[in-house]
């Protein structure tokens, strides 16, 4: 099992981005993904998950109205559009499998600073 996070950068603060994870190892669109992510010195904390189908997803309160995630089977990807981004939202973004406690990959860097 294998995820590659990317799409990560500096931003402005009220700006966007959207990151991408690609994931290997297993059959991709039978399982719940999510999107973590760690500010430096605080505890990794679970941003948003999608269901199998894509049908239910779920946000913290953080970034509800603000994130959108989705999913694509074909590509074994699962995508986290980030809008209006806020400082508070600098961190290393990761993604896996939902419940599974898979490995961390190397995660992606979003820092939003003016």
Request: glycine content about 12%.
């Amino acid at each position: 099992v294998h995820f590659v996070e990317s799409g990560g950068g500096l931003v402005q603060p009220g700006g966007s981005l959207r990151l991408s994870c690609a994931a290997s190892g297993f059959t991709f669109s039978t399982y719940a993904m999510s999107w973590y992510r760690q500010a430096p010195g605080k505890e990794r904390e679970l941003v948003a998950t999608i269901s199998s189908a894509g049908g239910n997803t779920n946000y913290a309160d953080s970034v509800k109205g603000r994130f959108t995630i989705s999913r694509d089977d074909a590509k074994k990807t699962v995508y986290l559009q980030m809008n209006s981004l806020k400082s508070e939202d600098t961190a290393m973004y990761y993604c896996r499998r939902l419940r599974w406690g898979d490995a961390w990959g190397n995660g992606t860097l979003v820092t939003v600073s003016s």
